[in-house]
T-cell receptor, first 110, second 111 residues
Framework: EDQVTQSPEALRLQEGESSSLNCSYT??????LFWYRQDPGKGPEFLFT???AGEEKEKERLKATLTKKESFLHITAPKPEDSATYLC???????????FGKGTHLIIQP | ETGVTQTPRHLVMGMTNKKSLKCEQH?????MYWYKQSAKKPLELMFV???????ENNSVPSRFSPECPNSSHLFLHLHTLQPEDSALYLC??????????FGSGTRLTVV
């Protein structure tokens, strides 16, 4: 059974204070690891897909990395508008859907 | 319209009511999904439709009944729900089971 664990559950940072969110996973035959951003009352918004260990992707202040056991979402010099819940999900070889973690609730204070 | 559209955005229903949630995707994808999001819990996959055929049903109670009349539309029919079924119901679509796009969800409250 595919499993995803995200840490920390919640994180409060000052504006400009860089940090990383962790996503640990176990999966049978990784087809993809996904990062989403979710704002209150809205559906998840796609950020990145990573397919193999060593892969990295960047978008504005966000950078996602992948190893064989975990993924990190690095946030550099965050702004208040980066406040959201960040979700990590995996798709295994035998699955037709995604397995999600509980998410990290990120708050960036001005 | 673009993306994945869900209606209604909010729904309050009694335990004896029958209602339906609607999802429409404008992306030309060939797979559609229903997910349930409850407080403090991860998103839970409920149903998968791949090329209009249901390929997965994750032990969902029969009071939830999906319908996929074509590759662009997906419904979730609800009847005799329980208060613990109150949640955000999310629809998603993908192409070849990869690269999921989510709708904004329907916030369901069962009273």
């Amino acid at each position: 059974e595919d499993q995803v664990t995200q840490s920390p559950e919640a994180l409060r940072l000052q504006e400009g204070e860089s940090s990383s969110l962790n996503c640990s996973y176990t999966v049978s035959g990784l087809r993809g690891l996904f990062w989403y951003r979710q704002d209150p009352g809205k559906g998840p918004e796609f950020l990145f897909t990573l397919y193999s260990a060593g892969e990295e992707k960047e978008k504005e202040r966000l950078k996602a990395t992948l190893t064989k056991k975990e993924s990190f979402l690095h946030i550099t010099a965050p702004k208040p508008e980066d406040s959201a819940t960040y979700l990590c999900a995996v798709q295994g070889g035998g699955a037709d859907g995604l397995t999600f973690g509980k998410g990290t609730h990120l708050i960036i204070q001005p | 319209e673009t993306g994945v559209t869900q209606t209604p955005r909010h729904l309050v229903m009694g335990m004896t009511n029958k209602k339906s949630l609607k999802c429409e995707q404008h992306l030309g994808h060939n797979a559609m999904y229903w997910y349930k999001q409850s407080a403090k819990k991860p998103l839970e996959l409920m149903f998968v439709y791949n090329f209009k055929e249901q390929t997965e049903n994750n032990s969902v109670p029969s009071r939830f009944s999906p319908e996929c009349p074509n590759s662009s539309h997906l419904f979730l029919h609800l009847h005799t729900l329980q208060p613990e079924d109150s949640a955000l119901y999310l629809c998603a679509s993908s192409q070849d089971l990869v690269g999921y796009t989510f709708g904004s969800g329907t916030r369901l409250t069962v009273v």
